[in-house]
């Protein structure tokens, strides 16, 4: 090893014992404060005002209420988990339905497709009392299928497929099977799911485009389909979804994306492959489930059972709710496992185009023509922000692409919310996804760019006696956002490079010398067996009424409640027994960040200095640039070579376009935003269609940035029939105008450029006395809103 080689694998050495020691520190800064105020909670004999503390309550003689409560808490928490073994299997039995909280019905079985798979589209029955309007946008649902079974898209009332349907909208579900079809892929489900798409396009011809919801998993299959079926899918939704999976924070926090490290740690691909080879083709989703099971041991092994135990004559019931889709587990074949893990998990290959489809296309996101909106949190470590929103960086080179290309795509970041909460929690339902549904029309109506969408609460309550929002959208630069999301240049993401390479080296070794002995080795019992007695199904049926052991605790149950004795939460028995378990829950967090930190810093150790070492020589060279004048990008220099071409869209766009350091210009870009005023101004609008309108705005706002003046002098060339002129510049002068429109007197600048189009519009310019157009009269604006005729 040369020296340059010495000196580049000490300074990767020294940085991963720098940042592993900060993890460390930060770790035991925080068990310290949570350990310090249990035991404070524990030793304290007086109160903040100095009276007796809750000690001295502690006696032999109110111990003796304590145990009572203690053990019929006992009782009624060992009976949930039977309950929980019982329904297991039931669901077992039954073939494990959809978790929704709604009725349904089967549209679609796509078990008789021509390529069969174990999917179906479902249409939700809107529940009494909310009636849904066939005009309106639908909406379909796709579920993540990672373990998990179908339904957390409308687990409750308070979910998105509530909360479209009291939006009045008609909602649909893309829901599974339990067992896959023998020999699918999940290219043949992203073909069904383009024929879920086109069916529910023909059950409302009326309606707009279907709107995509996808969570999780179900989110880059929703970008999939978006891809493949373009002329077909309205706006797209995505919830914590990991588009690119290698991105996360290195630099700073915990440790806070402890999965990413695991396709690493775990030498690749080929561990996937062996477990469904051992499963006889069939891959078990419940090492999915184990492996999120493992990201927080503290609420897998303590939190979530204490909360049972502590509150037990409340907490069963939920708990045993959210066990119904937890706690099932839905299988994979083979090919499908294999196409996460190598094409997504450790391959990173769906925005890079690499991913094809069946019919050998590949998928180019960028193709994808209606609004895409990212909702992602800060709280979330399983698909942090950097994995939701790096994708957009990597396909798009520059705000200006994807403006020339009419692309919007806003961005939506929670602070604190878990990954799981962004699907079943009804506070993100009711706020988040509530006025996501209200706003998505306007959404797909902003000019092409990249937006950050802000929910604000404002003061005072709705007629209903609910919080009252505000959204209001923010432009965006991509290169600003990039930096902000992406503080240290991700730098990070090289070693995962090596991990690829090392992960198809396994994956061929495993296949040439170990895959045939497993594959001669199982069988369909072999396999029923192994799932049988995952560690997360004993849990389950061992605890259940089958187990004879198990009979007297139905009956011991049912009379704890019938004598039930509660001990109110303040007894100081029940505070210490709650600074205890506040231990437990700290020491087992403490575990959790030490494997996690230890598990980064190895990570890094490993691949960083592989990668280093053996490719980052070996990549082509990159030139050095300077730093590159926006002008020169193609999409910019396309825009601006066709200045001089095209009509009254163009022109309109154009007008829509230009804005000043004080605002816009004009106020047509506030026309297309307000349906209400759609209809009064119909007549002037340019009639094309939305996906080619967004084309149209952001070529021409890239022409009014970088060629201002040209832009403006070249408008008679673009509006040649003089009909076009006068229709253009009655609209402009009917706005300014309009109070409606302009709500302030228009400025000096705005009446300068009313001049001056007039001027250049009406001839007068070339010494032509034409006579100036006279204002057409508007009609009132009608009360309801209307759609303009941009469709």
């Known amino acids: 090893m040369d020296t340059k080689h010495l000196a580049r694998s000490h300074e990767i050495g020294t940085k ?46 109110s111990y003796q209420h304590y145990a009572v409560d203690a053990f019929q808490r006992s009782m ?27 009725d349904y019905e089967t549209i679609l079985d796509g078990r008789g497709f021509a390529r069969p798979v174990n999917y179906a589209l479902l249409r939700i029955i809107p529940p009494a009392g909310v009636t849904t309007d066939p005009a309106k946008r639908p909406y379909l649902i796709i579920d993540p299928r990672a373990g998990h079974g179908p339904g957390i898209g409308g687990f409750k009332d308070d979910s998105q497929a509530g909360v479209a349907m009291r939006a009045g909208h008609p909602v649909y579900f893309v829901s599974f099977f339990r067992d896959p079809e023998p020999g699918q892929t999940l290219l043949d489900v992203c073909s069904a799911e383009g024929q879920f798409v086109k069916h529910v396009r023909a059950l409302h011809p009326a309606s707009e485009k279907p709107a995509i919801i ?136 769906l925005w890079s185009g690499d991913v094809k489809g069946n019919t050998g296309q590949a998928f180019d996101l960028r193709a994808i023509e209606m609004p895409i909106i990212l909702f992602a949190s800060m709280g979330d470590n399983i698909t942090p922000p950097e994995q939701a929103f790096n994708w957009v960086a990597d396909i798009y080179g520059s705000t200006e692409e994807i403006k020339s290309r009419g692309q919007v795509i806003v961005g939506l970041l929670h602070q604190n919310i878990g990954h799981l909460g962004i699907f079943v929690s009804g506070k993100v339902a009711k706020k988040e996804y509530t006025q ?36 209001t959208f923010h432009e965006r630069r991509l290169e600003d956002v990039s930096t902000q999301v992406n503080r240290f240049n ?142 020169a990008l193609p999409f910019v220099q396309e825009a601006l070579d ?41 007549d002037y609008l340019p009639d094309v269609p939305l996906d080619q309108w967004r084309r149209l705005r952001g070529e021409q706002e890239i022409i009014t940035r970088y060629e201002p003046e040209k832009a403006i002098t070249t408008l008679p060339t673009l509006l040649r029939d003089r009909r076009d002129r006068e229709r253009l510049l009655t609209l402009v002068k009917a706005l300014m105008a309009d109070e409606r429109v302009q709500a302030t007197p228009p400025t000096g600048a705005q009446l300068a450029m009313v001049e001056r189009l007039h001027t250049l519009l009406s001839g007068e310019h070339e010494g032509q006395a034409e006579q100036r157009p006279a204002l057409r009269p508007v009609p009132p604006v009608p009360d309801l809103p209307t759609s303009p005729r941009l469709h």
Request: glycine share 8%.
């Open 642 to 682: 066709s200045i001089a071409e095209g009509g009254y869209a163009e022109a309109f766009a154009r007008l829509a376009s230009l804005r000043s350091q004080q605002g816009a210009l004009l106020p047509l870009s506030r026309l297309v935003k307000r349906k209400e005023l759609a209809q009064a101004y119909a």
């Open 214 to 349: 996808g969570n999780c998993q179900g989110g880059w299959a929703a970008m999939m389909l978006a891809a493949s079926s373009p002329d077909d899918t309205g706006p797209i939704l995505i919830n914590g979804a990991p588009m690119s999976y290698v991105s996360g924070a290195w630099n700073e926090g915990e440790g806070d994306n402890p999965m990413r490290y695991a396709g690493g740690m775990l030498g690749g691909t080929w561990l996937s492959s062996f477990v469904a080879d051992l499963g006889n083709g069939i891959f078990d989703g419940a090492h999915l489930v184990q492996n999120f099971e493992n990201l927080n041991p503290a609420n897998s092994l303590w939190d979530k059972y204490y909360k049972v135990y502590r509150l037990a004559d409340t907490e069963p019931a939920r708990y045993l709710d959210f066990e119904r889709w937890w706690g099932t587990y839905y299988l994979l074949n083979r090919e499908e496992i294999e196409f996460i893990t190598r094409n997504l998990f450790v391959g990173n290959k």
């Open 490 to 631: 991700r730098v990070d993401e090289q070693p995962f490079e090596a991990v690829a390479a090392l992960s198809d080296f396994n994956q061929r070794g495993y296949e040439l010398f170990v895959q045939p002995w497993v594959k001669a080795m199982s069988n369909d019992m072999s396999a029923r067996l192994l799932r049988v007695f995952h560690p997360l199904r004993v849990q389950n049926w061992a605890l259940s009424s089958r187990n004879p052991w198990m009979a007297w605790l139905e009956p011991a149950a049912r009379a704890v409640r019938e004598h039930r004795q509660p001990l109110d939460e303040r007894d100081p028995w029940r505070r210490l027994e709650n600074a205890g378990a506040e231990l437990v829950s700290a020491s087992l967090d403490l575990y959790r960040a030490t494997r996690d930190a230890a598990t980064e810093a190895g990570f890094f150790s490993i691949y960083a200095t592989m990668y280093s070492l053996y490719l980052a020589e070996r990549k082509p060279a990159q030139p050095v640039q300077e730093t590159l004048d926006a002008r």
């Open 16 to 61: 991963i014992s720098l940042i592993h020691q900060q993890r460390m520190k930060t770790a035991l800064a925080q068990f310290s404060q949570r350990a310090g105020a249990a035991i404070g909670e524990a030793t304290g004999a007086r109160e903040p005002d100095g009276r007796a503390g809750w000690m001295a309550g502690l006696n032999p003689w």
């Open 436 to 471: 996501l549904v209200s706003v998505l029309n306007e959404v797909e109506i902003l000019p092409p760019g990249l937006y950050g969408m802000q929910i604000t609460e404002v003061d005072g309550a709705g007629a209903d006696g609910k919080p009252q929002y505000e959204v």
């Open 76 to 102: 009624l928490f060992w009976d949930t988990l039977r309950q929980r073994g019982d329904n297991f299997l039931e669901r077992a039995a039954k073939g494990s339905a959809p978790v929704l909280h709604f």
